[in-house]
């Protein structure tokens, strides 16, 4: 596949993560964590890798009790989930479900913050014809939930594939498969309607464009500029695959008089690699996607049919998984490898935010602007470019220590923020690092870990600029 550079460091995405939004003002962003390898971290470090890119919402794909124990007092929010190999024990049985919420949730909440549990997984798809037991599971596990006073604080749903609609195209004229809605859709989206719950979907654009590369714009999957497509139903313009996909299911909703109930979007991704028949995969369009994605959702509006209703998605995923079967693409979705290195670059772009505040508690600065405790501001991005900033949230002691290394050993131009030099000015500890560690990383040709530094340092898309100091974009 085409690589492209890999850094230590991920601050650079997961700013968009970091500020924390009330749930009615912006949509939010989370992340799927699964486990279908041989060689990933220990949950304790997931835990610490999660922490440190301050991402507050994880998504599982089952109770494993170390990944729940590790997740304990970390403050992020958890959906777990319940397999479909035990759906028609859970439908036929309440005392099966009451011992698996005592066991699963009851024994780590609150200290594990459960927010939810997926009631199986795109069950509708499932070749051992679960269906049938997917509603009655539901309200037994819900009932479990409110027999140990669970209930206000962690809802019940399950992940539906798109494999659900009969027609997708238009958006407006979004259907539900015949042979599913009065068996199964009616009956879950009243479920969720009574208990305030919220329809998972699981939406991928790449599927469809990789399907139909012929007929569908590559910049209308990736969210970049393109004429954008007019419903013909309803006369709602379309400028991406993502917004199309999400309306055909409010559509097909809609249209069954379920209109009020919420949708999360519970996976959605991009592939860095595929096989030779998967268009479209690829890292440069991993990154397009989940970088423009994640600007889509914190901008905080809705779509086109929806557009009050802010989007709340999962992506998919937290780490490549080597022992998942199906096509290449299956084995890369992740943003990290096994090993906690970046699988790519993405240059995302945030829209608001000071970097050289504070946080409060929960919270960090957004990723650009970057603005100095000097006043800096931005200067416009060159194409591909990136600089390497300090991280002021790593504390004096481990930027002086970074700025000792970067200056002496590392061999990075720091004349120009001596005293009386041209970016001596602002005499900030924040931007003198930023100065030297940039220094080090162009030095360094921006090669993959070179802009870390113990997590004091970080890449951004857009050149920093502390006063009348211009940061050099090579040696």
Same mark, same amino acid.
């Given at each position: 596949? %085409?690589?492209?550079?890999?850094?230590?460091?991920?601050?650079?995405?997961?700013?968009?993560?970091?500020?924390?939004?009330?749930?009615?003002?912006?949509?939010?962003?989370?992340?799927?964590?699964?486990?279908?390898?041989?060689?990933?971290?220990?949950?304790?470090?997931?835990?610490?890798?999660?922490?440190?890119?301050?991402?507050?919402?994880?998504?599982?794909?089952?109770?494993?009790?170390?990944?729940?124990?590790?997740?304990?007092?970390?403050?992020?929010?958890?959906?777990?989930?319940?397999?479909?190999?035990?759906?028609?024990?859970?439908?036929?049985?309440?005392?099966? $479900?009451?011992?698996?919420?005592?066991?699963?949730?009851?024994?780590?909440?609150?200290?594990?913050?459960?927010?939810?549990?997926?009631? @199986?997984?795109?069950?509708?798809?499932?070749?051992?014809?679960?269906?049938?037991?997917?509603?009655?599971?539901?309200?037994?596990?819900?009932?479990?939930?409110?027999?140990?006073?669970?209930?206000?604080?962690?809802?019940?749903?399950?992940?539906?594939?798109?494999?659900?609609?009969?027609?997708?195209?238009?958006?407006?004229?979004?259907?539900?498969? /015949?042979?599913?809605?009065?068996?199964?859709?009616?009956?879950?989206?009243?479920?969720?309607?009574?208990?305030? /719950?919220?329809?998972?979907?699981?939406?991928?654009?790449?599927?469809?464009?990789?399907?139909?590369?012929?007929?569908?714009?590559?910049?209308?999957?990736?969210?970049?500029?393109?004429?954008?497509?007019?419903?013909?139903?309803? @006369?709602?313009?379309?400028?991406?695959?993502?917004?199309?996909?999400?309306?055909?299911?409010?559509?097909?909703?809609?249209?069954?008089?379920?209109?009020?109930?919420?949708?999360?979007?519970?996976?959605?991704?991009?592939?860095?690699?595929?096989?030779?028949?998967?268009? @479209?995969?690829?890292?440069?369009?991993?990154?397009?996607?989940?970088?423009?994605?994640?600007?889509?959702?914190? /901008?905080?509006?809705?779509?086109?049919?929806?557009?009050?209703?802010?989007?709340?998605?999962?992506?998919?995923?937290?780490? =490549?998984?080597?022992?998942?079967?199906?096509?290449?693409?299956?084995? =890369?979705?992740?943003?990290?490898?096994?090993?906690?290195?970046?699988?790519?670059?993405?240059?995302?772009?945030?829209?608001?935010? =000071?970097? /050289?505040?504070?946080?409060?508690?929960?919270?960090?600065?957004?990723?650009?602007?970057?603005?100095?405790?000097?006043?800096?501001?931005?200067?416009?991005?060159?194409?591909?470019?990136?600089?390497?900033? %300090?991280?002021?949230? %790593?504390?004096?002691?481990?930027?002086?220590?970074?700025?000792?290394?970067?200056?002496?050993?590392?061999?990075?131009?720091?004349?120009?923020?001596?005293?009386?030099?041209?970016?001596?000015?602002?005499?900030?500890?924040?931007?003198?690092?930023?100065?030297?560690?940039?220094?080090?990383?162009?030095?360094?040709?921006?090669?993959?870990?070179?802009?870390?530094?113990?997590?004091?340092?970080?890449?951004?898309?857009?050149?920093?600029?502390?006063?009348?100091?211009?940061?050099? $974009?090579?040696?």
């Amino acid at each position: 596949m %085409a690589t492209l550079a890999a850094f230590s460091s991920f601050f650079f995405f997961f700013f968009f993560f970091l500020v924390t939004f009330a749930f009615a003002d912006t949509g939010k962003v989370g992340i799927n964590y699964g486990r279908v390898a041989n060689n990933l971290p220990s949950p304790e470090k997931v835990v610490e890798l999660l922490k440190s890119q301050r991402i507050d919402r994880v998504k599982t794909y089952d109770t494993d009790s170390a990944v729940l124990a590790a997740l304990a007092n970390s403050d992020i929010s958890v959906v777990v989930a319940f397999p479909n190999e035990e759906l028609s024990k859970a439908a036929a049985d309440q005392s099966f $479900t009451d011992n698996w919420v005592q066991a699963n949730i009851s024994k780590y909440y609150p200290a594990t913050k459960i927010e939810a549990v997926a009631v @199986g997984n795109e069950v509708f798809a499932d070749p051992k014809n679960t269906t049938p037991f997917l509603v009655p599971a539901m309200k037994n596990v819900y009932n479990s939930l409110v027999k140990y006073k669970l209930d206000s604080n962690v809802k019940v749903s399950s992940p539906i594939a798109l494999g659900a609609l009969q027609n997708s195209y238009p958006p407006s004229s979004g259907s539900f498969k /015949s042979d599913l809605i009065e068996p199964a859709l009616k009956p879950m989206l009243e479920f969720l309607r009574k208990t305030s /719950s919220y329809l998972m979907v699981n939406a991928y654009p790449f599927f469809a464009y990789s399907a139909n590369a012929d007929k569908i714009s590559l910049d209308y999957a990736l969210f970049r500029d393109n004429p954008g497509q007019v419903d013909s139903g309803n @006369g709602l313009k379309y400028t991406n695959l993502f917004d199309a996909q999400l309306d055909a299911v409010f559509a097909a909703m809609s249209a069954i008089s379920y209109n009020d109930v919420k949708v999360v979007v519970t996976e959605t991704g991009w592939p860095s690699m595929g096989d030779e028949n998967e268009a @479209g995969a690829g890292a440069a369009n991993a990154a397009a996607y989940n970088g423009n994605l994640v600007r889509r959702v914190l /901008s905080g509006s809705g779509t086109p049919l929806r557009p009050k209703d802010p989007l709340n998605v999962y992506l998919f995923a937290l780490f =490549n998984e080597n022992q998942k079967p199906g096509p290449t693409s299956e084995r =890369n979705y992740g943003l990290f490898y096994p090993n906690e290195q970046t699988v790519y670059d993405s240059p995302f772009v945030s829209t608001s935010g =000071n970097s /050289s505040s504070t946080p409060a508690a929960n919270k960090s600065k957004t990723q650009v602007p970057v603005s100095g405790g000097g006043g800096g501001d931005v200067s416009p991005s060159a194409a591909g470019q990136t600089w390497c900033v %300090a991280n002021a949230n %790593a504390g004096e002691k481990k930027l002086q220590a970074a700025i000792d290394y970067a200056c002496g050993e590392g061999g990075a131009d720091c004349r120009p923020i001596q005293e009386g030099a041209t970016c001596y000015d602002p005499n900030t500890l924040e931007a003198h690092a930023s100065y030297a560690f940039n220094s080090y990383y162009q030095k360094q040709v921006r090669k993959a870990g070179s802009c870390d530094f113990g997590g004091a340092a970080y890449v951004v898309t857009q050149a920093p600029k502390y006063g009348k100091c211009q940061f050099p $974009t090579g040696y």
